[in-house]
C-alpha cells in the first residue's frame, strides 16, 4: 500500500469517538492523592490511576531513587546480559522471589515486555496457546509474535478452557490469563486452570499486574494460596500497585535461566536504570510492612461500593479496587467523563479496542490515598451523571 495521508485516518478515528488525549499530571494533594489537569486548566482528583497503594508519591521510594541516581549513576549503560546487571536489580530480583515464594524472579523493563518475552519463549510455531477472552494486548501481543496458533475461550469460564485444552492438547502448551482482569475487575478461576494445565501438561502463565500487592492474606497477589507447581509462570507489574516502573517473572530457576536464553524483550533492550530498582526495593519493603495500606484500599472499594448502590449506580461484580460502569458506546462513556470532568473527577472513558465493542465504560480505579471525602463525592458525582441508564 502507498503512503497515505494521516490526517484522513485521524479525521476517521474522530468519527467513530475513538480519540485519545493526554492530560498533564500536575502533582499531589496533601494527602498523596494524585492531581491531574486538563487542557482547560482545571484540576482534577484522579480516579483512574493504577497507585493502588498510594507509593508512586512517597517521600521514602522518592528518596531511594534519588540517592541511588547519586551513588549509581542514572542509566544502566547496556542490557543485562552484556554490563547493565547491577546490585540494585540482583538484590531487588531476590526479594521479589521471596516476596512470591517461587525460586528465583527475573526483571523486565515492562509488564508489556514481560508479557512478549514469556510468550515467545515458552511457545512457538505448530503450537497452541489459549487465552482468556478479555487478556491484556500484551499477552494477545505476545502469542502473536510467538507464531503458535491461539484460541481464546469465553471470559473467566475454566469450563471452556478446559474443553479447549481437550480439543488440542496435543498441542497446547500455554494456558495464559490475566490473574485480575484489568478492566473489569474480576479474579480469573485461578485453582481450576490451574488443575487442567497440570492434567494437559501445559504452562499456566499468570498476569498478576493488579493483583500483586493487592489481593492475599500477605498481599502476594491472587495467586497467593497456588504454588509453584500451580502456576509456573507468575508475571507483576512494578508499576502499579508498587509505584514505580518495570516488571517481573517469578518461578523456578530453569524457567528463569530459559527466559535468560531466550526471551529477546529481555536480551535486546537496556537494562532498567538502577534507581528504579532502588525504588522499588523500598516501595516493596513499605508494601509489606504497612499492611494499613492494602486494608485501606480495600475499605475504601467496599465504602464506593456501598455507596454506588445506594445511589443506583451499576457497577460491574468486582471486589478488587477496580470499578467499572459499563455504559455501552463511546458517546455515552465520554459523556460520563466529561460530566465528572467538570466537578472535578478524572475518570476515564475506556473504549475499543481496550474493552470489547459495546462494552465501552467508564473504569473508577481506588487508591490508599484517596479519602474517604473524595470516595463518597465520586460516588454522588456519578450518581448525578448519566450512568444510571448504564447497562448491568
Ligand atoms: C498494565 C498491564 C500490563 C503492562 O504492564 P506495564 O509495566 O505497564 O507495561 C500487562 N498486563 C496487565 C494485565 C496490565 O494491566
Not at 48 to 62: C, I, M, R, T, W
Request: proline share 3%.
Amino acid at each position: 500500500m502507498k503512503r497515505q495521508p494521516l490526517d484522513a485516518a485521524l479525521a476517521d478515528i474522530a468519527r467513530q469517538n475513538l480519540t485519545r488525549r493526554r492530560v498533564t499530571v500536575d502533582g499531589f494533594a496533601e494527602t498523596g492523592q494524585r492531581l491531574v489537569t486538563t487542557v482547560d486548566g482545571r484540576t482534577l482528583v484522579d480516579f483512574s490511576s493504577n497507585d493502588y497503594l498510594g507509593l508512586a508519591h512517597h517521600p521514602a521510594v522518592a528518596a531511594a531513587m534519588s540517592e541511588c541516581a547519586v551513588r549509581l549513576g542514572a542509566g544502566s549503560g547496556a542490557s543485562h546480559l552484556v554490563t547493565g546487571h547491577g546490585v540494585e536489580h540482583e538484590r531487588l530480583e531476590e526479594e521479589l522471589a521471596d516476596y512470591t515464594g517461587r525460586e528465583r524472579a527475573l526483571l523486565f523493563s515492562t509488564g508489556y515486555m514481560a508479557n512478549l518475552g514469556v510468550m515467545t519463549s515458552l511457545a512457538g510455531r505448530g503450537e497452541v496457546v489459549l487465552l482468556d477472552r478479555l487478556n491484556h494486548a500484551s499477552i494477545v501481543d505476545g502469542a502473536l509474535l510467538s507464531g503458535a496458533r491461539f484460541k481464546r475461550y469465553a471470559h473467566a469460564d475454566a469450563d471452556a478452557a478446559e474443553q479447549a485444552l481437550l480439543e488440542s492438547s496435543e498441542q497446547a502448551v500455554v494456558v495464559a490469563t490475566d490473574g485480575v482482569f484489568s478492566m473489569d475487575g474480576d479474579i480469573a478461576p485461578l485453582p481450576r486452570l490451574a488443575r487442567a494445565a497440570v492434567a494437559h501438561k501445559a504452562w499456566l502463565v499468570v498476569d498478576d499486574a493488579h493483583g500483586i500487592g493487592v489481593l492475599g492474606q500477605r498481599g502476594r497477589g491472587s495467586t497467593e494460596k497456588l504454588s509453584t507447581d500451580d502456576v509456573p509462570v507468575l508475571i507483576g507489574t512494578l508499576g502499579k500497585a508498587l509505584g514505580s516502573f518495570g516488571a517481573f517473572v517469578a518461578g523456578s530457576r530453569d524457567l528463569i535461566e530459559f527466559l535468560i536464553q531466550k526471551a529477546r524483550p529481555y536480551i535486546y533492550t537496556t537494562a532498567l536504570p538502577q534507581p528504579i530498582a532502588a525504588a522499588t526495593r523500598k516501595a516493596l519493603a513499605i508494601a509489606q510492612r504497612e499492611t494499613w495500606r492494602r486494608e485501606r484500599v480495600l475499605a475504601l472499594t467496599t465504602r464506593f461500593r456501598k455507596a454506588a448502590r445506594e445511589l443506583g449506580v451499576p457497577l460491574l461484580d468486582s471486589n478488587t479496587p477496580i470499578q467499572p460502569v459499563v455504559l455501552g458506546s463511546s458517546q455515552a462513556a465520554l459523556r460520563a467523563q466529561r460530566e465528572l470532568q467538570e466537578v472535578g473527577f478524572r475518570v476515564v472513558a475506556i473504549r475499543a479496542p481496550t474493552v470489547p465493542k459495546g462494552s465501552e465504560r467508564l473504569r473508577v480505579s481506588l487508591s490508599a490515598a484517596h479519602t474517604e471525602a473524595q470516595v463518597d463525592a465520586l460516588a454522588q458525582a456519578m450518581s448525578r451523571a448519566h450512568v444510571k441508564d448504564a447497562v448491568e
